[in-house]
């Protein structure tokens, strides 16, 4: 299937491991020029800007950095974020704000700075990624639930504002995943008991039975960004294995 992504620029934060690395990769598979961005200082697009976008400036160097390198922003996913097990009583105001850095205002200033660029092409695509925990709160996770859950009004209200501009915004809402935030040594299994009990028992909690991969939650994000997406704005997409349901 052809999705129309044949030299878009398209950013990409929080991509040098996990879902968004997934998401650069199969976005550059499709012909599309790919600026990547992370704490590493090596990623793997044809612009890689090393930058802790959760610090005021940095969303917005990501993206100047893309502009003076092609000119233009034809796709923006937001994809960074990051979460502890927690409990709520034991959150602090740092941790709420660490969160909100991290989950939101990170995507705010990304959008803030390339907005005004879509607008004057007249297009543009975003595509927020959030969580099945901002549908459903996690109660180990409580300040990730309420920042991914804002992501979704961001979302909307994006796409209500802009769509006038011929610019669409979207979100994703994975479930458990299998990245280095859940596998990896000292990760969300780990904070939880025996490892690969948690693993296991997080699975059978999906409908579908297991995590996600990396790969399948990309993939709807890259459908998004497409040509093929072009009458899909204002949406919340699951792709939690089923984990959240339909309320008809």
Known sequence: MELGLAD????????TSGIGY????????EGAAIVTSGRSGEGVGDLHVSADLARPGEPERLIASALERFGRIDCLVNNLGGT??????????????AAWQLNVMSAVRALRAALPGMRERGSGVIVNVASTSAKRPSA???EYSVTKAAMLS????????????????????????????????????EQQGERDAVLARVGAGRPLGRLAQPDEIAAVIVFLCSDRASYVTG??????????PIII
């Open 84 to 97: 502890s097990i927690r409990r709520l009583d034991d959150l602090t105001d740092a941790d709420w704000e």
């Open 8 to 15: 878009k620029v398209c950013v990409v934060t929080g991509s």
């Open 22 to 29: 997934e998401t650069a990769r199969q976005l550059r598979e």
């Open 140 to 142: 180990t996770m409580p």
């Open 154 to 189: 961001l979302s909307r209200l994006v796409a209500d504002v802009y769509a006038k501009d011929g610019i669409r915004c979207n979100a994703v809402t994975p479930g458990p995943t299998a990245t280095e935030a859940w596998l990896g040594a000292g990760g969300l299994a």
């Open 235 to 244: 949406a919340a997409w699951s792709a939690d294995g089923g984990t959240v």
